[in-house]
Nanobody, 116 residues
């Protein structure tokens, strides 16, 4: 079983940047696709970025494409989300997710607040 802990959230002004980090423990990190989801108040949780086992392929939701970058370090068992040009609509709780296909593990979430 994989345990995930996110960090790096906070409050920034629009146009600013944050880098989220997620550290994994307790399992074979490189066996999982890794993703970042977010959930804004009153909205469903949505996948915004995903990266394959070796990092050779990534996916981005249209709303973050060109602004966010997902990356991973399998030796350190870390996945990152670099967020640039932040907008107020990016305000949400951000969750790290380890995807084994048909199931996975969630982190506890980290709050990102973007003010205009």
């Amino acid at each position: 079983q994989l345990q995930l802990v996110e960090s790096g959230g906070g409050s920034v002004q629009a146009g600013g940047s944050l880098k989220l980090a997620c550290v994994a423990s307790g399992g074979a990190f490189d066996a999982y696709y890794m993703g970042w989801f977010r959930q804004a108040p009153g909205k469903e949780r949505e996948l915004i970025a995903q990266i394959t086992w070796s990092g050779e392929s990534t996916y981005y939701h249209n709303s973050v494409k060109g602004r966010f970058t997902i990356s991973r370090d399998n030796i350190k068992k870390m996945v990152y989300l670099q967020m640039n040009s932040l907008k107020p609509e990016d305000t949400a709780v951000y969750y790290c997710y380890a995807d084994l296909g048909g199931g996975g593990f969630w982190g506890q979430g980290t709050q990102v607040t973007v003010s205009s």
